[in-house]
């Protein structure tokens, strides 16, 4: 009887040892993360707008301006059988 009383107390002995044996590290950084939009958070995204602080359309953009930042592709002017047609 003496004998599975003191397995068991080493084995919660072992158990709690263990417990603190562990470590958890949480850094600061991810404690304070609170998870964006990213379609409502413009910081970082490049946002034009007019001199009254409107934001400008996709339509409205300098096309050039857009492609170069990879922001969009540069889009087809005429289509395919317009081009085919114009080659003499």
């Known amino acids: 009887m003496m004998k599975k009383i003191s397995e068991e107390m080493k084995e919660k002995e072992r158990l709690k040892d263990l417990a603190q044996q562990q470590r958890y590290f949480d850094t600061t950084q991810r404690s304070d993360f609170v998870k964006q939009d990213q379609y409502q958070n413009t910081i970082g995204r490049r946002v034009m707008k007019t001199q009254d602080n409107a934001n400008i359309s996709l339509n409205d953009k300098d096309e050039n301006f857009v492609v ?3 922001t ?10 317009e081009l085919k047609a114009r080659i003499p």
């Open 68 to 70: 170069e930042h990879g």
């Open 72 to 81: 969009w592709r540069r889009l087809q002017k005429n289509d395919d059988d």
